[in-house]
């Protein structure tokens, strides 16, 4: 992207207008975070439990940290949104969200035998995870 300073370059020869100053701009990807107009987007990570109660999860974004409420029943692949903490507009001041989309962080390893039957025993009733 190339901007343009008007009268932000070299002076003028014998007394004329300063000239205009050329700025090529290159915006860089930036960790794992995407812009889409003034929205930023991402990932949180949620582990099982939480998102099965719900709870609270802090993020990092670019040395902010934030808490996002997570609902209960969350489902990977529902996006959060934190309303005004997106990107701000430098002419009109509007500012866009932050919208995080939900990664199920599941424990690294093997489940107990005692794990394993909380877990069946929670879903015994018939509840399932894709009703």
Do not use: W
Request: net charge positive; proline share 3%; glycine share 16%.
């Amino acid at each position: 992207m190339m901007i343009r300073i008007v009268g932000g370059g070299t002076p003028g020869g014998n007394g004329g207008a300063d000239g205009d100053a050329l700025c090529r701009i290159k915006v860089l990807k930036a960790g794992s975070y995407k812009l889409q107009g003034l929205d930023l987007m991402g990932e949180v990570k949620v582990d099982f439990a939480t998102a099965a109660i719900g709870g609270k999860v802090h993020v990092d974004v670019f040395g902010k940290s934030y808490t996002v409420e997570v609902p209960p029943m969350t489902r990977a692949g529902k996006i959060l949104r934190l309303l005004g903490k997106g990107l701000r507009h430098a002419v009109n001041h509007d500012t866009g969200d932050l919208r995080l989309r939900v990664v199920i962080d599941l424990p690294k390893g093997r489940l107990s035998e005692a794990q394993k039957q909380v877990l069946r025993s929670m879903f015994a009733d018939g509840m399932s995870l894709h009703d």
